[in-house]
């Protein structure tokens, strides 16, 4: 009866798409124990080095304590406690927005905020490479979907002409893209969007606590301002959850509207209270955010070196292409036999051709742990015919 799937997995492996549970068993530190053997973590997205952080733990274990270990229901009916609301004020003022409305994941944020916002006679303008969050959002609104080529501004211009006669216009963009590493333009899209009467949404789940002064985002790293910010925290804030932050208006209509929000069981205590104590490190301490920059700009500075093609700027993302899915396995498994984790990023994730290496680093990488990513990836760049 189920042979179909048995064909379609064996066309997966035969293109070198196959994928499998790599089994972790410790923090997510820079080095980690998985299948019992010790690897330098060069693809974990723990930005600050927060999710193992003592002072989360020990918040989160006290707020167990206090409020139990599940939350029993969604935000509108057992689910609600002050450390929900007080999360939201944290939030909200961290990210200088009126407001703020948590969601039990980003893709449940991306999804609930982009199909409750766009409806009938509306448009989405979606960058091409925007996470699936932001895609099955489009899918499930009730607006146009015009997908505009990759911060590519002139044909961004182009769509929202040609969008003029919907009744409303939305942009919509990563603010960090997850596999290419690089920064939307935002002050360009902000000036189109006033342009041309459109509203700006950006998911910062790859740029909160990363970019700007005080590590606010995307829109404080240019200095500019956008009518909603969808995030995460379970990146740089090293928690779980997603959240939004705009207007009181906006925040009140998406407590009311938003399917994914008011159907979903809230967030347990504990991740609710890490994150809280996350932001007040991440306020507290920006040398965390100094380092990591500084180990992310000598490790793409060295590769480029060493003639691979690596993408992004500014970003502890660091994409390094390989070529076909076949060869990033292939490269991808020589790493880890040189005890360094990180996997190789295929289709349909990425473009065909343009699989990767995806290297993500965090504030407590010793310079002795890149020197050794960058030793081994020219040992095996040239072994398999890279560089």
């Known amino acids: 009866m189920y042979n179909w799937l048995k064909d379609e997995l064996d066309e997966i492996k035969e293109n070198g798409l196959y994928r499998q549970f790599k089994t972790i068993e410790s923090a997510p530190s820079p080095t980690v124990i998985i299948d019992g053997k010790e690897y330098v973590m060069a693809a974990s997205n723990n930005y600050l080095s927060l999710a193992e952080d003592e002072t989360l733990v020990a918040a989160a274990i006290d707020a167990m304590k206090r409020f139990g270990v599940g939350s029993t229901g969604s935000r509108l009916t057992t689910g609600n406690t002050v450390l929900h609301e007080q999360l939201e004020r944290k939030l ?53 979907t015009i997908v505009y080529k990759h911060i590519d501004l002139a044909d961004l211009e182009v769509k929202l002409q040609e969008a003029k006669h919907f009744r409303r216009r939305f942009i919509v963009t990563d603010g960090v893209f997850s596999m290419d590493g690089n920064i939307a333009p935002l002050p360009e899209i902000v000036a189109l969007a006033k342009r041309y009467d459109a509203f700006v949404l ?82 507290e301490e920006p040398e965390r955010r100094g380092n990591l920059h500084q180990l992310e700009r000598m490790l793409r500075f060295e590769l480029r070196k060493l003639g691979f093609r690596v993408l992004g700027d500014d970003t502890p993302i660091i994409p390094v292409i390989i070529g076909e899915a076949n060869e990033a396995v292939r490269f991808a498994q020589q790493l880890l036999e ?8 295929r289709p349909p994730t990425v473009q065909a051709g343009m699989s990767r290496i995806r290297l993500t680093l965090m504030a407590n990488h010793t310079t002795e742990q890149i020197d050794y990513i960058i030793s081994a990836f020219e040992r095996m760049g040239k072994e398999l015919n890279v560089i």
């Open 338 to 345: 040189a005890g360094i984790y990180a996997p190789a990023i």
């Open 92 to 144: 909200a003022t961290f990210k200088q927005e009126e407001a703020c409305l948590l969601f039990s994941s980003g893709y449940l944020a991306n999804v609930g905020v982009i199909s409750s916002l766009v409806e009938k006679g509306d448009c989405i303008l979606s960058d091409e490479l925007n996470h699936a969050s932001i895609i099955d959002g489009c899918r499930l609104s009730r607006g146009k």
């Open 202 to 283: 950006v998911d910062d789940a790859h740029a909160t606590g990363v970019l700007g002064e005080n590590g606010r985002g995307t829109s404080e790293y240019f200095g500019v301002q956008v009518d909603v910010t969808m995030g995460t925290l379970s990146k740089a804030i090293g928690a779980e959850g997603g959240f939004v932050t705009g207007s009181k208006l906006l925040i009140d209509y998406l407590r009311n509207k938003a399917r994914s929000f008011i159907f979903q069981t809230s967030l347990s205590p504990a991740v609710v209270a890490a994150a809280t104590k996350a932001i007040e490190r991440i306020e």
